[in-house]
């Protein structure tokens, strides 16, 4: 049966050929990020020009320092709303408003972007007109970044505060924590990995945003994705290409890396528990 | 229900009045339940899974607040007392080792939240990882040790506190059969030789036997019988408790003879000539029951009126040390027999569709009223 | 006695027990739910030069309400609005099967591959992902333009004499959100199929079933978690998607998010966008309640 259908010749050709979809857009941008042609996708020679002409874009390099910020600011917000939503949901068993607390988490994971930044900016308009603040700013996305952050960061702690066996709870507080140290010491440690995660995850989300970051921004808050996304709309630009190429290797080396280390402690956990069985039989 | 009558003149520890929980409004998990335990004693709360007994020993902890009752101990009221307020520490079931900390600093993790530091700190640890031999493990992570070792964490991380109180929740229930023999008794030399008062929760029967010098049956929440194992095995007050421990063979039958010294009841099977009294009348209905070792084989028919009962061979199971024989009696009541292996194995042995002769004496059988 | 023991104790924890439940609760409150309330209140009330007018107005000791339902009436009344729900929901759908179709033999092939092949593949999915969205969609662009590289590509091989035409029409922004989507289907189908007992399999073949139909009969009915999942996953987002559309798709091919986006920064009318987004919002709470009652239904199920 597993012969049969799972390694198939049919089988690796349509996985290869999703991969190749899957890829295809991505290397055409790190290739033409070295063309020397402007107007044409008709590969004319090698170059390093765009990189030199992006390091020499101020929009562009302001757009990414704006980013960068943004998406660290947000990603912690996030992380220490979405720990504290997960932990009550998840250790608080009933109290009153859970399930609107659960719909409030749950609701920006549905909503369309362009939903959360329309409402968002309308409330932030109508709070302006009656206390005089905020302006729209990195402020003002900050606030719908980590509303979207606290929202993803509540799923993934909380599938990780589930896997926790209760027992390692109970017994730090049997051996005399009071609960603030019982989650201090034992609970954060333990979801310490998920809490990477959620970052990396929520870092992601905001430095991608396009649409939130157009509802909220004011003037000298344009995202790089603002930058990209108006410049794309004209048309192709090579220096954006370039900077795509950053960003995908970048990322790449930083998520393959990960993934080997990950891997590899995987492993060699399993080798050390395979070892003390073991040694406990002889 | 029932307490523990005083067999020595020790002081009592652990005194739990009158305690119940009941779930939800609805779920009694532990009714009514009365205990004392004295300084220095195992004792062991046994029953099946849903029984009650996690719930009382939860209780014993702190994590649970009984719905009514008090618990005293050394005669102080522990009952609002939370967990990290009780001089109590927990084995935990599966061991609830940190998995972020390595052996020593599990060990040491009580010790710190009382504020020891320094070379007091590390001289408790150390004496603590010496008494389970575990000197050499304190730098491993928890999943570097294998499941004995483990074990011997967690007991050495519940007793690096002092406790008054040790509770053992399942001790031995996620090491392998083998295993669990050694280490029963290494359990208790430790516990003993710390002199730790210890109350054990576990399903398993012959690790209560083994451990406690006290048991408690329980029941649907209730205590069915208490007291020490071979009381327990011996004179079990019921059926449920006559099954729960050990095997055994129960006839159902009538008081005929009812004296003070002795009773006999008649059964389908045979006439049972009982040699104690008992609190009833005659012509009450009662079980009697007998244990699968008490009873002896012959191919010969018994020379008396009572305590025999012919059955033809269904089932053996050869175990080693003894034979476990089914007999089917006239009745079609199926009777366990278990035979030492006295000699070795021989070709003339009993075999499948034998007819014998099953016999047994006036003391080895108690009379069940419930 | 017992009462006056624990109730203080009770208090206690309460307070500390209140304020952690309050900061998330909070927190939510003020940037999820009000902001959708004042949308709804909005989408009430109609525009008054330059600000919203109110709903309700106190004078006199009498509280008046005006509740303007005109907005709504207009959605029903102009075929614009109506024609971009449905076709939104129209390329929600297709999406949706596209990536299905090509997403649940993917999903099944990485699950039966070697296990130390099928890290790899996850990880390949996964990458992607990671990396931006926005520049992965702007990249179909060069794809997908006349003087494009699948264009250069074809009439280079010689398939094609003149370029097609393929930009700015419901292929590219099909084929777009295809893309962008087809990890969403690939992961939860993944997640269901891995955990697919492999004896089960080999049961149905025993009983005498044919390849196709085990399949048809055994793996598709209980990876049906993983097809809801994912097919929610993907339809969802892809109903309210903007980006897409706008760099990809053309004139004609309607997608209410940027409707939405053209009534509210162009038209500069508020309670007009305001009830778009309500109505929005009603046709993406549909598929979740199902959804959740389906999930429900499915755990009282394995429950019992």
Not at chain 2, 33 to 45: Q, R, T
Not at chain 2, 157 to 175: C, F, I, N, V
Not at chain 3, 52 to 78: C, I, P, Q, R
Request: aromatic letters at 10%; one cysteine or more; charged letters at 15%.
């Amino acid at each position: 049966m597993r012969n049969m259908f799972g390694r198939s010749l049919f089988g690796r050709s349509w996985l290869i050929a999703v991969f190749i979809f899957l890829y295809i857009p991505i290397v055409t941008l790190v290739v033409y990020s070295f063309n020397d042609s402007r107007l044409s996708t008709v590969w004319t020679g090698f170059t390093f020009k765009w990189y030199v002409d992006a390091s020499h874009d101020r929009e562009l390099i302001d757009g990414l320092i704006i980013s960068l910020k943004l998406a660290f600011m947000s990603a912690t917000l996030s992380v220490i709303f979405g720990t504290f939503t997960a932990f009550v949901l998840v250790r608080y068993g009933r109290f009153k408003g859970r399930g609107l607390l659960t719909s409030m988490a749950n609701a920006p994971l549905v909503m369309p972007d362009v939903i959360v930044g329309i409402s968002l900016l309308l409330m932030l308009v109508a709070l302006q007109k009656w206390l005089g603040f905020p302006e729209r700013g990195i402020g003002t996305i900050l606030l719908g970044h980590a509303l979207i952050g606290t929202s993803f960061a509540t799923v993934v702690i909380i599938s990780r505060l589930r896997e926790i066996d209760l027992r390692l709870e109970e017994a730090a507080m049997d051996l005399g924590c009071k609960p603030f140290q019982v989650f201090w010491l034992v609970t954060l440690p333990l979801i310490a990995s998920a809490l990477v995660s959620a970052f990396l995850l929520t870092f992601t989300l905001s430095f991608d945003d396009v649409v939130i970051a157009a509802f909220l921004s004011g003037p000298g808050s344009t995202t790089l994705p603002l930058v990209i996304f108006s410049r794309a709309r004209l048309g192709l630009d090579p220096s954006i290409n370039a900077v795509a190429t950053v960003i995908i290797v970048v990322v790449s080396i930083g998520v393959i890396a990960s993934s080997l280390y990950q891997l590899r402690a995987e492993r060699r956990r399993q080798r050390e528990v395979a070892d003390a069985y073991a040694q406990g039989k002889s | 229900m029932a307490s523990v009558t005083a067999t020595t003149d020790r002081e009592v520890l652990l005194k739990i009045d009158g305690v119940s929980k009941i779930f939800d409004g609805v779920v009694k998990a532990v009714d009514n339940v009365s205990l004392s335990v004295k300084k220095g004693e195992i004792f062991a709360l046994v029953g099946s899974s849903g029984c009650g007994k996690s719930t009382l020993l939860r209780m014993l902890a702190g994590f649970e607040t009984p719905t009514s009752g008090r618990i005293y101990l050394s005669g102080q009221d522990i009952t609002d007392l939370t967990p990290y307020e009780r001089p109590v520490n927990m084995m935990f079931q599966s061991y609830a080792l940190f998995p972020h900390l390595n052996v020593w600093d599990n060990v040491a993790f009580g010790l710190r939240r009382d504020g020891l530091k320094g070379a007091e700190l590390a001289e408790r640890v150390d004496a603590m990882l010496s008494l389970v031999q575990l000197s050499k493990y304190g730098k491993r992570k928890p999943h570097q040790l294998s499941g004995g070792q483990q074990q011997r964490v967690a007991l050495a991380r519940s007793l690096a506190k002092r406790p008054t109180l040790l509770l053992l929740d399942e001790p031995l229930g996620a090491l392998d059969k083998k295993l669990r023999e050694t280490t029963q008794l290494e359990l208790v030399n430790i516990i003993e030789q710390v002199g730790v008062t210890c109350v054990l929760v576990t399903h398993d029967q012959e690790e209560a036997m083994t451990m406690a010098s006290h048991i408690a049956v329980m029941d649907e929440g209730y205590f069915l019988q208490v007291g020490t194992p071979d009381e327990i095995y011996e004179t079990p007050n019921s059926r449920f408790v006559a099954g729960f421990v050990g095997n055994v063979n129960i006839f159902e039958g009538k008081v005929d003879e009812d004296e003070p010294d002795h009773i006999t009841v008649i059964c389908p099977e045979c006439t049972h000539y009982v040699g104690h009294g008992i609190t009833g009348t005659s012509g009450m209905r009662v079980a009697v029951a007998l244990r699968p070792e008490k009873i002896q084989l012959s191919s010969v028919q018994p020379n008396k009126n009572h305590n025999w009962c012919a059955g033809e061979v269904v089932e053996i199971a050869y175990l080693g040390p003894h034979t476990t024989y089914h007999l089917k009696l006239k009745t079609g009541m199926v009777l366990k027999v278990q035979q030492p292996n006295l000699t070795r194995k021989m070709a003339d042995d009993l075999t499948w569709g034998d007819h014998v002769f099953a016999h047994w004496t006036r003391d080895a059988m108690v009379v069940l009223t419930e | 006695m017992r009462k006056q023991s624990i109730m203080p104790r009770l208090r206690r924890l309460f307070t500390v027990r209140n304020l952690v439940i309050g900061i998330p609760m909070i927190w939510l409150f003020a940037l999820a739910a009000a902001p959708l309330l004042l949308v709804l209140n909005i989408s009430l009330a109609h525009m008054e030069v330059t600000s919203v007018s109110s709903l309700w107005h106190w004078a006199d000791n009498e509280l008046t309400l005006k509740f303007n339902f005109g907005n709504y009436l207009y959605l029903g009344e102009d075929s614009l609005y109506f024609d971009t729900y449905v076709s939104s929901l129209k390329f929600a759908a297709l999406t949706t099967l596209y990536c299905l179709i090509v997403g649940y033999p993917f999903a099944y092939f990485i699950s039966r591959a070697p296990e130390h092949l099928r890290t790899m593949l996850l990880m390949l999915v996964m990458l992607p992902f990671w990396t931006s969205f926005l520049l992965r969609i702007y990249a179909w662009k060069a794809l997908l333009a006349d003087n494009g590289v699948v264009n250069n590509g074809l009439m280079g091989l010689g398939v094609i004499a003149s370029p097609i035409h393929m930009m700015h029409t419901s292929f590219s922004l099909t084929i777009g959100m295809v893309y962008a989507y087809l990890p969403f289907m690939v992961l939860p189908l993944y997640a269901t199929l891995v955990k697919l007992d492999g004896r089960m399999l080999e049961a149905a073949a025993d009983l005498g079933a044919s390849p196709f139909k085990t399949f048809w009969l055994v793996t598709v009915p209980l990876t049906k978690r993983g097809i809801i999942a994912g097919s929610l996953l993907v339809f969802i987002p892809a109903f309210g998607e903007y980006v897409i559309p706008e760099l990809l798709g053309g004139p004609r091919t309607l997608m209410i998010a940027r409707v939405l986006w053209d009534e509210f920064f162009s038209n500069n009318d508020w309670p007009m966008a305001s009830a778009v987004t309500i109505v929005m919002i009603l046709l993406i709470l549909v598929p979740m309640a199902l959804f959740n009652r389906y999930n429900d239904e499915t755990r009282l199920g394995e429950k019992s």
